[in-house]
């Protein structure tokens, strides 16, 4: 489909079916869920998937991102919060992976505002626990890309933690972007609350639960043997350019066409 294929939101018609192709891609079920096998280790190194993993509860998982992301933010809250129950559920290799480095993921990664950093998190985590797509792990690779459609998709944030420390009720908005800036900025537009403000703070603290939520969801499920992908977003073979579908969002109707002959 070109790119001009487009609805005044921003999605494509192709995007609308995906409902049906969620239908086609539960055929693939046996081949996406509960990868029985370890990776092959390369010579002279001792890697393996996949890591062992215990099934978590999401509200728990959440509540620790809560409390994690004002400590380390939000890349490195998600990740903290399914792997500091690992570490006491199964132990190695989780004790010793240097959660707090992830830090950087903070702001769309050190405050750039490009992918969330919860989201970039929850790409690690899927990935180091199932393995990367090219050891044959396409599970963990789908389980990344569900969570930014997830994130993009759902007015945030969704979960509310037992004790927040912003009392209010916050504004919930939809991104339509995994991208921190643009995340970010349509929720301070919508509330009216600058970056500094302990509203956006706590919205981001329960961005980063809601997600680190669903992605135990994911996991979860996974581990049942029943995980079925539920987005089929693939722009490299269909627009011959890296991105996000809603085109019209930010190039308005003239959504400029690139070089399809060099095209992988
Ligand atoms: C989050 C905003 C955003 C979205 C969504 C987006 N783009 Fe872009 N795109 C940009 C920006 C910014 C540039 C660089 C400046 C420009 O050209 O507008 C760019 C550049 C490009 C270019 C390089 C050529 C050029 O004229 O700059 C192509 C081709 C392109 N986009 C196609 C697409 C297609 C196709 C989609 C949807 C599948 C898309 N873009 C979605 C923001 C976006």
Redesign the pocket.
Known sequence: MK?DGMDEKGLSRRQMVIGAGVLAAGTALARFGGWPGLAQAKDGTTEKWPWPYEKLDPATTAELAYQEWYRVFCGAAVISSVFTQLREKVGEPYRSFPVDSFVFLEGGLVGWGTVCGSNAGANIVANLIIGPRIAGADAGHQIGADMLQWYSDTPQPVFMPKEPRVKTELVKTTAE?P?CH?SVGKWMQASGKPLGSPERKDRCARVAASVAYHLVELLNDWKDGRYAPASAWS?AKE?G?T?????V???GAD????PMAQKT
């Open positions: 790119a972007s991208l643009v722009p627009f350019i991105g996000q579908p809603n085109c969002e930010c190039h959504i400029p066409a690139p």
